[in-house]
Structure formats: structure tokens, C-alpha cells
């Protein structure tokens, strides 16, 4: 059989298993005589470029590579085939899609809520047996006064959520259903101990009656006098340290009434940019723009150890920024710390719940805070001193009788185009935990 036939059998070959693909759209954008260009929408635009990439390279379809383009800020697929004809594969997000992270977090968010109102025990039950009671439960909810849902608008996310977080033969997903398990079961626990919870909500978007939306809690607890307690909810190992406060480095400024300075950042940052081949000084006024991101990613591709040293000095430069604005005005700090981490006079009350494979318990670490935070008389904010040190952390640390140790890390959690360099002075910053130093 020619060489061009057997490469058209394997793109159908190929076609066929991520066409048939529900939670993928493969549609001809365009089409001539030197190829094909695909646009493939998707809600979770990595993983699916994966499959792709996967299914091309079992079906022998061409020869494979990568290239950025103006159509996405994910690189495409470039499949090269006999005669010069390409065929070339773009990745696109569907229009209200979720991504496979928010898909994790309202597993173990909103199936507590769902498998509690309906007196869902998780005991005894393997997690494929808890998520078949949880989606017959959610089946006959539209709008439903008194939880888990607060309108119909969550109520409708809520059944997508429960009809895509099928555990079945999903290693991820299996895991989430367990910490839902663990979360369920320190409800009814927490029910024994506090009888007659009126209801528990999911506080995906809409909040409770008389609650801000940016309250911090992913469930909120109706108690039996009527008041509301919320709940931050954290799933990881047993020895892992997930993030208590998930922000950026412009909102920090915002908050300290130093926006200027924030804008400012960029003049520091930017040497490393006029570093990069094909960048012009005219560039800066492109500060932010994907266009501009692109020509980093361009440069990453073919030069990463010395793209990545580029975004370390810049990292570095973030990282003394913040630690120089927590220093320059002590009071502006603890109040940061208190309403954004120790969460002090937030109403509703707020605790954190963290649940693992095999428990879930409440993290008391705030308390610590707390305490130590009234009777602080300095803070002192620096990068790490001792230890191993990651170029992505600095510290913040109290003193009184005793010294109180704050992490944070300020990192990229972008993508594609638009990560490191490409995530210009914006860097999401964590705080991690707090410890006695």
C-alpha cells in the first residue's frame, strides 16, 4: 500500500479515538492542498493535548513536533506527513469549560455537602460506591432552600461536577472521592458533637445569605441556632503543606496602598527582557500582553537554561520586593496577616479542615498564629535563613517571648506562553504553613 495511503489510515485511525471523545470538539479550521489545520476544544486544554499527542504518535500518523503560533498561547501540534503536507493541531479552551483542577476541588468541596444532607455514610463504602450514592442523591436537586446548593445557577454547575468526577478507572479522581469521604466523615462527626446542623452549603460561587463573596470558605455549616461557621477545605499527604493563602504579588501591593510601587517593578525587571533576541526596547510597551509573552516562550524553547536563568533574577528581584514592602510599615503588615492568613474577626468564623486518603482533621496551626500575632512587637520579612533553601521562598517572622516563622513562596503557576517570564511581575504568592522558629 503507498506510503500516503497508510498515513491517511492512521489519521482516521487517530481521528476516530479523539473524535469519539466526548469531552473533546475536533473541528477543520482550515483545509488546502499543503495540509490541515484542526482547532480541538477541550475544558482541560494540557491533558487533552496529551491524548492527542499520544494517539498521533501510536498511530505512526507523521513525524511530530512542536510550534508556538498565533492561535493559542498552548504550542500546537505539528504532524509532518510524505509530500510536504501538514497537518497541524491547535488547542483551545471551551467556552465555560472546567480544567482538571477545578474539577478535583469541587469533589472534595461539593459531595461532602451532597452525601451529608442526604445522610450518605461513607463507611463501609469503596469510593466508587460513595460516588454512585452521591450523583442518585444530587439527582433531585434543581434549587433546593437549606443546601447543599444556594441558586440554581451552582446547582446546575454542581450536576456537571458530579457527572465528570466519576471515579471509574480515574486514579486522581479515586483519590479525591477519598478525602470527600474523610471531609463527609468529620461532618457527621462534627453533627455529633454540634446535633441538628440545619445545613451545609457549597460556597462554589454564590455564599450564604449575609456572607461576602470573597469569604475564604468552600462550605459553610448552618448550625442549629442559625449561625454559620465556615470551612476552608485542604486535601494532600499526610506531611504535605498545602497553601493557606493563594494570591498574587499585585494584590499585595493593592493592599498596602502601593500600586505605583508595584507598577514600578517592571523597570527592574525588564534588562532581563532586552536580553532576549527579537525583543525591543518599543517591546515595553507591551508589558503584560500575550504578544510579548510569546517571544519569551519563543526564546524557552531553544535557549531554557538561559531563559530560566533570566526568570530566576527576576524571581529574586519579585521576591525582594515584597519582602522590602512587608518591611517598610509593621502595622500595614499584621493587618495584611491577620484579615488575609490568621483570618481574625472574619464572620462567619472561618476553620480549615485538611483531609488525606485516610483521615480528615482539623488544622489548628492558626491558632499559633493568632496568639503570636497580637502580642507581636516586630516583624521582620527576609528569604530564607538556614536549611535547604528554594529560590522560591521567603519568610515573615514575628517576634515577642518567642519567634513565629511564616513561609511563603512566590512562584509561577501558569502555563504555555504566559509562565515565568511570560507571567511578567504578577507571580502567584502562597503561604505554606507557620511554625515556632
Known amino acids: ?34 495540509g490541515v489545520t484542526y482547532w480541538i476544544y477541550s475544558e482541560d486544554r494540557e491533558q487533552t493535548r496529551g491524548e492527542v499527542f499520544k494517539s498521533l504518535s501510536d498511530n505512526q500518523v507523521g513525524t511530530l513536533s512542536d510550534k508556538m503560533t498565533n492561535d493559542s498561547s498552548m504550542p500546537a501540534i505539528i504532524c509532518q506527513q510524505g509530500g510536504g503536507f501538514k497537518l497541524t493541531f491547535i488547542f483551545k479552551p471551551k467556552k465555560g469549560g472546567m480544567s482538571q483542577t477545578t474539577l478535583n476541588s ?20 469503596t469510593p466508587v460506591q460513595f460516588y454512585n450514592a452521591v450523583k442518585a442523591a444530587n439527582l433531585k436537586y ?10 440554581d445557577r451552582d446547582a446546575k454547575a454542581g450536576s ?24 463527609t466523615r468529620w461532618l457527621f462527626f462534627y453533627n455529633k458533637r454540634h446535633p441538628k446542623v440545619q445545613a451545609v452549603y457549597w460556597g462554589y460561587r454564590a455564599k450564604p445569605r449575609g456572607v461576602a463573596n470573597n469569604h475564604p470558605g468552600d462550605i459553610f455549616i448552618r448550625n442549629a441556632n442559625g449561625a454559620l461557621l465556615g470551612i476552608s477545605l485542604k486535601a494532600g499527604g499526610a506531611k504535605t503543606d498545602e497553601p493557606k493563602l493563594n494570591t498574587y504579588v499585585k494584590p499585595i501591593f493593592d493592599y498596602f496602598g502601593e500600586t505605583t510601587k508595584y507598577n514600578a517593578i517592571k523597570d527592574k525587571l525588564w534588562p532581563q527582557y532586552m536580553q532576549i533576541p527579537g525583543i525591543e526596547e518599543s517591546d515595553k510597551s507591551k508589558w503584560g500582553n500575550k504578544d510579548l509573552a510569546l517571544k ?14 533570566l526568570y530566576d533574577k527576576n524571581l529574586e528581584i519579585i521576591k525582594s520586593e515584597l519582602i522590602s514592602l512587608f518591611n517598610s510599615d509593621s502595622e500595614k503588615a499584621k493587618k495584611y496577616i491577620a484579615q488575609n492568613i490568621a483570618h481574625i474577626k472574619l464572620d462567619p468564623p472561618l476553620i480549615l479542615i485538611k483531609a488525606t486518603e485516610s483521615v480528615a482533621s482539623r488544622d489548628k496551626s492558626g491558632n499559633l498564629l493568632t496568639t503570636n500575632l497580637s502580642a507581636a512587637k516586630k516583624i521582620q520579612a527576609s528569604l530564607p535563613t538556614g536549611g535547604t533553601k528554594s529560590k522560591q521562598a521567603f519568610q515573615i517572622r514575628l517576634f515577642d517571648g518567642e519567634t513565629l516563622q511564616l513561609d511563603f513562596t512566590a512562584r509561577t503557576n501558569k502555563v504555555g506562553a504566559m509562565h515565568k517570564m511570560g507571567q511578567f511581575s504578577n507571580l502567584a504568592v502562597k503561604f505554606n504553613k507557620v511554625k515556632k522558629a
Request: charged share 25%.
Open 142 to 151: 434543581n434549587k433546593r432552600e437549606g443546601g447543599p446548593y444556594i441558586n
Open 296 to 309: 519569551t516562550y519563543e526564546f524557552e524553547k531553544t535557549n531554557e537554561k538561559e531563559y530560566n536563568e
Open 106 to 125: 469541587s469533589v472534595t468541596e461539593l459531595y461532602p455537602c451532597i452525601a451529608f444532607m442526604n445522610g450518605i455514610s461513607p463507611m463501609g463504602k
Open 160 to 183: 456537571e461536577f458530579v457527572e465528570k468526577g466519576d471515579p471509574h478507572n480515574n486514579s486522581m479522581l479515586t483519590t479525591k472521592v477519598k478525602n470527600a469521604m474523610n471531609i
Open 1 to 34: 500500500m503507498p506510503k500516503q495511503a497508510n498515513e491517511t489510515l492512521a489519521l482516521n485511525a487517530a481521528l476516530w479515538e479523539f473524535q469519539n471523545n466526548k469531552s473533546m470538539d475536533v473541528v477543520v479550521r482550515r483545509a488546502n492542498k499543503n
